[in-house]
């Protein structure tokens, strides 16, 4: 009778220890078949939910460096209609004009070097022939789109083809700054609300995995406070069954 209780308070001690150690009540099948593989189901969501949300970063990536780069595009903007305005002086010398000139060409190539700066993780929106990026949105397949933005050939293009030789060309070229300033801000918009979805999804994936946790922890985390007491215990029950033995 001795032995079989002292086998029985070791058994239950090295249960004991191992929820301790772990922090888990459920640590295998063999502690709870039914509630194990609930928990592995949890778990393989919760790794699900994990996969979408570095899905979601990369996305988020892409649109704040495009983000980045038309801010950029549209800054300079504001400095190349400063320039033109100077261009539409009647009372430039031909010196002065081919100045502003050469400066209004150095400010147009800049806007193609902002643009061809602007990629992420291999990902160029903001170039001629780049695509929308769809980002994985939930563990369904879902996704959202990050729709490009061509900022090559709607800001850079129409400008790149413009010059303030003389008066006549500089208000041309107001015309077209103008026109691509509104196209600029428009992309700005999209954009920003492109990363904005991307934002708000993440947020909500990030409480719904609160959320699974804590359903998991309901399941399969021990009281530690319960089991440290019951360990103590038990270590007293078996020097109590070893004596008695």
């Given at each position: 009778?001795?032995?079989?209780?002292?086998?029985?308070?070791?058994?239950?001690?090295?249960?004991?220890?191992?929820?301790?150690?772990?922090?888990?009540?459920?640590?295998?099948?063999?502690?709870?078949?039914?509630?194990?593989?609930?928990?592995?189901?949890?778990?393989?969501?919760?790794?699900?939910?994990?996969?979408?949300?570095?899905?979601?970063?990369?996305?988020?990536?892409?649109?704040?460096?495009?983000?980045?780069?038309?801010?950029?595009?549209?800054?300079?903007?504001?400095?190349?209609?400063?320039?033109?305005?100077?261009?539409?002086?009647?009372?430039?010398?031909?010196?002065?004009?081919?100045?502003?000139?050469?400066?209004?060409?150095?400010?147009?190539?800049?806007?193609?070097?902002?643009?061809?700066?602007?990629?992420?993780?291999?990902?160029?929106?903001?170039?001629?022939?780049g695509s929308n990026v769809n980002v994985i949105a939930d563990?369904?397949?879902?996704?959202?789109?990050?729709?490009?933005?061509?900022?090559?050939?709607?800001?850079?293009?129409?400008?790149?083809?413009?010059?303030?030789?003389?008066?006549?060309?500089?208000?041309?070229?107001?015309?077209?700054?103008?026109?691509?300033?509104?196209?600029?801000?428009?992309?700005?918009?999209?954009?920003?609300?492109?990363?904005?979805?991307?934002?708000?999804?993440?947020?909500?994936?990030?409480?719904?995995?609160?959320?699974?946790?804590?359903?998991?922890?309901?399941?399969?985390?021990?009281?530690?406070?319960?089991?440290?007491?019951?360990?103590?215990?038990?270590?007293?029950?078996?020097?109590?069954?070893?004596?008695?033995?």
């Open positions: 009778v001795a032995l079989r209780n002292l086998n029985a308070t070791n058994l239950a001690l090295g249960q004991t220890q191992d929820k301790v150690s772990t922090g888990l009540k459920v640590i295998g099948a063999k502690d709870d078949a039914s509630s194990f593989a609930i928990a592995q189901g949890i778990r393989a969501e919760l790794k699900g939910i994990g996969a979408v949300k570095q899905g979601l970063s990369n996305g988020q990536g892409v649109a704040t460096v495009a983000i980045s780069g038309t801010t950029e595009v549209s800054n300079l903007l504001a400095d190349i209609k400063k320039k033109i305005i100077e261009g539409l002086n009647p009372a430039n010398t031909s010196e002065q004009q081919v100045i502003l000139n050469a400066d209004f060409v150095g400010l147009i190539g800049q806007i193609l070097t902002f643009v061809q700066n602007a990629e992420f993780n291999g990902r160029n929106i903001l170039e001629s022939g563990t369904n397949g879902g996704s959202l789109t990050l729709r490009a933005q061509d900022m090559e050939g709607t800001a850079f293009s129409p400008l790149n083809a413009q010059n303030l030789a003389n008066t006549s060309a500089a208000s041309a070229s107001l015309t077209v700054v103008n026109s691509v300033i509104a196209t600029v801000n428009t992309a700005l918009g999209q954009l920003g609300a492109d990363n904005r979805a991307l934002t708000f999804q993440d947020s909500f994936l990030t409480a719904i995995s609160d959320a699974t946790e804590e359903g998991l922890g309901a399941i399969v985390d021990a009281d530690l406070a319960k089991e440290s007491a019951r360990l103590q215990a038990l270590q007293v029950k078996q020097q109590l069954s070893v004596q008695t033995l």
